[in-house]
């Protein structure tokens, strides 16, 4: 996908953007633009793509700016059934990808990102959790119980981990099969409560995932044949999605298991550094780093805490900075919030469906800055410094990334149904998922006043 933006004097940027083609290094002139001098001169930026859960950085972050908007509202370019789950959409080469459940079966669908119109689906396992906890919600807003994990798109391949552990890649413009492992039989696993809710992620050649058995917890696997890399652990697996990020130079995954942080060195599988931190019921938010700092938080009256990373004479360590246990102030149900200058925003509460707060939180100290209430378990990612929100009623809030103030620039009604999911942005559109329905809005230049 592409951005164009025309150029207002075109003969005087047709000679500088000349003298600028032959200037430039042929490497320099390939990574960042591509001229085309017709009769018009544009220039054409590669906009980011958002091809996994969290976004093409595991940030939940994009590096796109955002058209000026206001409170308008906007009209969807295109709305599509998409019954019961809590899974985003991933969208990338043309086609966004999500699960949903119909006729008692988690089903992986993709669509033609332009139109909403569904090129295929694919029946994984039964939509049986176990429990009812999916279906709860505010009073008027209740059930949807569905998938919770997200697909990623990679080349001409999206993949998959379903609710029983079982990771496929299927070829992303017909369905096909191309590989898939039952980490549960063929790898020892043993299923959790709720049952999978972890996404696959993506990094350069591997796919990597949790769910083996002694020895095997942690593995990756080549994404193209579908052939183990690594395995690794001794652990039990979460509902949160591993983080891949670089701390001291070192390329790496850190898993949120139940014993706490567990980071190992991405091309290895070889154990880096732990963290031992609280489990209780359940931990499903991510983990967010910020240079050697991570931060982690869970529900179920754990809290959230800060840790420092250090690497001296070869040798791994952390350390705690702060830790606040309870629910009520760093708490992280399932939405993992996003990074900006030091301060963290999300949805910081455990079970307040329909009025629960975003909150700004200072990382260094876990200070609350602010927090502005109505928005239930929703999700938050940042785009252009500014937060988009999806509150659990199916609105779309965007805001300052600011630890000053809460500073709302505009919101409007997206979907109707129970919203628990994080929205994806690519090429100045957002797509949105509920336990009903999912959608596509263009936010180019459709709105006015940030």
């Not at 958002?50 to 955002?66: D, K, L």
């Not at 809590?86 to 332009?114: D, H, I, N, P, R």
């Not at 630890?403 to 994806?424: L, Q």
Request: aromatic letters at 10%; charged letters at 20%; glycine letters at 14%.
């Amino acid at each position: 996908m592409q951005r164009h933006c025309k150029i207002r004097s075109q003969f005087k940027i047709r000679l500088e953007a000349f003298d600028w083609f032959i200037e430039t290094p042929p490497s320099v002139f390939m990574n960042k633009y591509s001229l085309l001098l017709a009769a018009g001169m544009t220039v054409s930026v590669v906009a980011d793509e958002w091809p996994q859960y969290r976004g093409p950085h595991h940030t939940g972050a994009s590096t796109e700016t955002m058209a000026p908007w206001g409170t308008g509202g906007l009209k969807a370019a295109w709305k599509t059934p998409a019954p019961n789950g809590f899974s985003s959409f991933a969208v990338a080469g043309g086609f966004a990808a999500t699960l949903y459940a119909v006729q008692g079966k988690e089903t992986v669908a993709v669509l033609e990102a332009g139109s909403g119109r569904t090129v295929w689906t694919a029946a994984l396992d039964a939509a049986d959790y176990g429990h009812d906890g999916g279906n709860a919600g505010a009073n008027d807003n209740k059930g949807g119980d569905g998938p919770r994990s997200t697909p990623s798109i990679d080349g001409g391949s999206v993949y998959v981990l379903s609710a029983d552990f079982v990771l496929a890649s299927f070829s992303l413009q017909n369905g096909r099969k191309q590989w898939s492992h039952d980490l549960l039989r063929g790898y020892a696993g043993q299923q959790i409560k709720w049952k999978n809710a972890a996404s696959p992620v993506v990094d350069g050649d591997l796919v990597i995932v949790g769910g083996g058995g002694a020895g095997q917890s942690l593995l990756a696997f080549n994404k193209a044949t579908g052939k183990l890399v690594w395995k690794t652990g001794t652990e039990t697996v979460t509902h949160a999605t591993p983080v891949v990020t670089d701390i001291h130079g070192v390329r790496q995954v850190i898993f949120f298991c139940v014993s706490g942080l567990v980071s190992v060195e991405i091309n290895s599988g070889k154990l880096l550094w732990k963290q031992p931190f609280k489990f209780a019921v359940s931990t499903a938010a991510s983990p967010i780093v910020d240079g050697n700092v991570v931060f982690c938080s869970a529900g179920y009256g754990v809290g959230g805490g800060a840790y420092k990373v250090s690497l001296k004479g070869g040798q791994w360590s952390s350390d705690e900075i702060w830790r606040i246990p309870g629910h009520k102030h760093v708490a992280n149900h399932w939405s993992t919030p996003v990074l900006k200058d030091g301060h963290l925003y999300g949805m910081f509460s455990f079970k307040k469906y329909g009025d629960g707060p975003l909150k700004c939180v200072e990382l260094a100290t876990g200070e609350i800055k602010w927090s502005k209430s109505g928005f239930g378990p929703g999700g938050v990612i940042l785009v252009d410094g500014k937060l988009i929100a999806t509150s659990d009623a199916g609105e779309v809030v965007i805001s300052k990334a600011t630890p000053k103030a809460y500073s709302e620039i505009g919101r409007f009604k997206a979907i109707d149904g129970k919203c628990w999911t994080h929205a994806a942005y690519s090429n100045g559109q957002i797509y949105v998922r509920s336990t009903k329905e999912g959608a596509r809005f263009d936010l180019r230049g459709g709105l006015e006043g940030n």
